[in-house]
Nanobody
């Protein structure tokens, strides 16, 4: 059974930093494309960043390019999102997503990030 568990969310002041983690269980982690998405109340889930499985190709949303860094540790089956220069608009529930070569997609339960003074 596939399980993704996010952690690291919390309250931070504007301009601050947070690092999110996503631990993966029950998947061949290194072969999965991994991504972060976020969602605010009343809105659709929004793409944040993605890192490919085998090759590690990176892709960022325009709103996070240059401030957020996605990375993965295949030995630890863990995905990360380093978020710097945080803004109030970054406030959202952040979700981890895994997508396999056959199109199977899995989501974590989300972790809340609040950017406020």
């Amino acid at each position: 059974q596939v399980q993704l568990v996010e952690s690291g969310g919390g309250l931070v002041q504007p301009g601050g930093s947070l690092r999110l983690s996503c631990a993966a269980f029950g998947v061949r982690f290194s072969s999965y494309d991994m991504a972060w998405y976020r969602q605010t109340p009343g809105n659709e889930r929004e793409f944040v960043a993605e890192i490919g499985g085998p090759g590690g190709t990176l892709n960022y949303a325009d709103s996070t390019q240059g401030r957020f860094t996605i990375s993965r540790d295949n030995a630890k089956n863990t995905l990360y999102l380093q978020m710097d220069s945080l803004k109030p608009d970054d406030t959202a529930v952040y979700y981890c997503r895994a997508r396999g070569a056959w199109g199977d997609t899995h989501w974590g339960q989300g972790t809340q990030v609040t950017v406020s003074s």
